[in-house]
């Protein structure tokens, strides 16, 4: 509010008023007057007051005194636009983040406090003894000290390694090339998918110029390494068929055109001898098939991604031949596992989800309400699908479901079950093994020995039908499973798990996503040339960083995370062996 107060006060003492300006209220003027009344959100130019400040300031009816008042004051109020603001505008983001700023700080101090009580030294910390050690003694007195000498280094995985660990590792690489041994360092930055873990895939594209080298690093180690250094290409494809990878070759070209900035370091890692693959001898054949599918409609995509899974179960591979690629597990892929389970196709994953999606389960609850109200159709429905699916018997059961009369009698005596009977008169476990016994008894399901896990911890051999639906329908965080190996399934897991894995058929269920940083991701940002006296801040990455004056640092934002997501891509479509 004072500094727009104070813009205003230059501008009236150069006798300048409203009707002086172009666009009047609504323009420049109007933006300080908005200040200076506290009356503004964001701070925020309005549009014609950016367009203003980028031209002509002042009405067309202003007179030639009234131009050569505002050419004497000008300079200031543009300084009060691009300087004194910006920082007012990163004070206020700054503000708005205070409560994780605070949290962060107590759980730093007494993560401290722990580490010096228990006297133990967190592995964050300790890479950064090693840095300092190092710098500080020469290599032959750290081989002296360990009693043993390595001749050759390899470092695999190169994109994932982190700055500091990099460089720790550097003073052992250039010790080892200096007496002529080889050393080896395995790559490839369009693999690079855990920056947030550290990784930093500019040191591999980089090379072998160091990337942001330490200012105290002897000059004579970055030589060494340039003089000696071979770069190996390796081109051939040995797991995908020619058809996935033409494929891959010419949708990874087109998405590069739109994502990486051809001003950038990351444009050499996409240049077309550096991705574009080769298939290897005697890997022909193949097959794509692309569906695009509005993305309001979920249902249909899972219904779609259902009906390619049986299209290639027809054609010859098994389940367990098949994967499942996603972003997020506990997002699509919980909703995706559901729709499977509810077809019969089973689903195996190493992330947790809740029992109650599991079909034995639902079948289990389903007798269980029936037994406490013989009326239930929901349940007598949902027995009589649960059952059909667990048979894979056809969808005929409309027969059954159909009309206002439920008739699982009849149902369960054509499917040669044994006919209802009423589990009310036993305890919630005893009815739960019994109607496994009853109808369940060919079916070994995880999820089904975790239901009676969950019901003897909480009821024992004791507690009632009632009491532990009451219980199950007011829990909001159901029994969760865990999926290993469980034989001939579908994999599902996510596309940062599935690094390094490969698999006869792929699908990826999932491409839409965007290439710029999510709505409320953040990052950490140096405050050495900020007017603030804190050394890095938590800021969100979009473009109110321009206008607090952030700009260098936004636009390194948005082109690593143009990077990332487009190596995200190039991961999950080069998983596939056959489809």
Not at 8 to 21: N, R, W
Not at 107 to 116: A, D
Not at 435 to 441: C, E, K, M, N, T
Not at 530 to 556: C, T
Request: charged share 25%.
């Amino acid at each position: 509010r004072d500094l727009g107060k104070e813009a205003l006060k230059l501008i009236h003492s150069a006798g300048l008023a409203e009707s002086d300006f172009i666009h009047g209220k609504n323009g420049v003027y109007g933006f300080f007057q908005k200040v200076a009344s506290n009356n503004i959100k964001d701070l925020s130019f309005s549009k014609r007051a950016e367009n203003a400040l980028a031209g002509s300031w002042m009405a067309k009816s202003a007179s030639g005194d009234q131009l050569d008042s505002l050419s004497k004051i000008q300079t200031e109020l543009e300084n009060f636009f691009r300087d004194r603001l910006n920082s007012l505008l990163l004070k206020k983001s700054i503000r708005s983040n205070i409560d994780l700023i605070a949290v962060l700080t107590g759980l730093s101090e007494k993560f401290k406090e722990i580490c010096e009580r228990r006297k133990v030294i967190p592995i964050s910390r300790f890479n950064k003894l090693i840095s300092d050690a190092l710098r500080k003694e020469p290599v032959s007195f750290i081989y002296e000290q360990i009693g043993a000498r390595y001749d050759h280094i390899l470092i695999d995985e190169f994109q994932d390694t982190s700055q500091l660990q990099w460089y720790n590792l550097l003073p052992l690489l250039d010790e080892s090339i200096s007496r002529g041994k080889y050393n080896m360092i395995v790559g490839d930055a369009k693999q690079s998918i855990y920056r947030w873990r550290g990784g930093k895939a500019e040191q591999l594209i980089a090379l072998p110029r160091l990337f942001e080298p330490p200012v105290d690093l002897p000059v004579e180690i970055q030589q060494n390494l340039e003089y000696n250094a071979a770069i190996n290409h390796l081109n051939v494809n040995y797991r995908s068929l020619d058809k996935i990878v033409a494929f891959n070759n010419r949708l990874v070209e087109n998405l590069a055109a739109e994502a990486i900035d051809q001003n950038t370091l990351y444009a050499s890692e996409y240049n077309t001898d550096s991705f574009k693959q080769k298939h290897s001898e005697g890997k022909s054949g193949g097959f794509i098939e692309v569906s695009q599918l509005d993305n309001s409609d979920q249902k249909n995509e899972w219904k779609n991604l259902h009906r390619q899974i049986i299209i290639c179960k027809e054609r010859g591979y098994d389940f367990g031949d098949m994967a499942i690629l996603v972003r997020s597990a506990k997002k699509e892929g919980k909703s995706i596992t559901r729709t499977l389970l509810s077809k019969g196709v089973p689903v195996v994953s190493n992330e947790s989800y809740d029992i109650g999606e599991y079909l034995p389960v639902k079948i289990t609850l389903a007798f269980l309400r029936l037994s406490l109200d013989q009326k239930h159709n929901p349940s007598k429905v949902q027995i009589i699908k649960g059952l059909s699916q667990l048979m894979k018997k056809d969808p005929a059961y409309g027969k059954y479901t159909s009309g206002k009369q439920i008739n699982l009698d009849a149902f369960l005596l054509d499917s040669d079950q044994k006919a209802f009977k009423t589990y009310a008169h036993l305890s919630a476990f005893d009815a739960i093994e019994e109607i496994h016994s009853d109808y369940l008894h060919e079916l070994d399901h995880p999820a089904f020995n975790t239901l009676k896990e969950s019901v003897f911890t909480r009821f024992g051999l004791k507690g009632s039908i009632a009491e532990f639906l009451d219980s199950w329908d007011e829990q909001r965080d159901k029994p969760s499973i865990n999926f290993g190996d469980s034989g001939n399934s579908v994999e599902l897991l996510t596309i940062h798990k599935a690094k390094g894995l490969q698999y006869k058929v792929v699908f990826l269920p999932e491409m839409s996503w965007k290439l710029r940083a999510g709505h409320n991701q953040f990052s950490w940002f140096s405050m050495k040339n900020q007017p603030i006296d804190l050394p890095y801040a938590p800021l969100k990455i979009n473009k109110s960083l321009v206008k607090i004056g952030l700009e260098e640092e936004f636009n390194r934002e948005e082109h690593a995370n143009h990077f990332d997501n487009l190596n995200l891509a190039y991961v999950a479509l080069t998983r596939a062996e056959e489809a």
